[in-house]
Nanobody, 115 residues
Framework: QVQLVESGGGLVQAGGSLRLSCAAS????????MGWYRQAPGKQRELVAT???????NYGTSVKGRFTISRDNAKNTVYLQMNSLSPEDTAVYYC?????????WGQGTQVTVST
């Protein structure tokens, strides 16, 4: 069973920055995708960013240009650097680890951006 532990969430003022981390443990396939989704109250969960084992990235349209996803395969960890934060980024951010047959989710970490 894969376990994902997120950290780095918190409260930040608009225009500020925050970095999220997600450490994975368990058995791993060579080919996998790690990433982040987020969910704000009353809204559906939406894509933030994903990154493959080879380093290919995809970003949600609302964060592209402000957020950067990266990973350290040796540490089984994915990062999300969030810059130029706005109140619209307030949400619970969920880490994911996906292989062709399964997707695993972390418990989520709260990010709150104040005006």
């Amino acid at each position: 069973q894969v376990q994902l532990v997120e950290s780095g969430g918190g409260l930040v003022q608009a225009g500020g920055s925050l970095r999220l981390s997600c450490a994975a443990s368990g058995s791993f396939f060579k080919f996998n995708t790690m990433g982040w989704y987020r969910q704000a109250p009353g809204k559906q969960r939406e894509l933030v960013a994903t990154i493959t084992n080879a380093g290919s990235t995809n970003y949600g349209t609302s964060v592209k240009g402000r957020f950067t996803i990266s990973r350290d395969n040796a540490k089984n960890t994915v990062y999300l650097q969030m810059n130029s934060l706005s109140p619209e980024d307030t949400a619970v951010y969920y880490c994911l680890w996906a292989v062709p047959e399964s997707t695993y989710w972390g418990q989520g970490t709260q990010v709150t951006v104040s005006t």
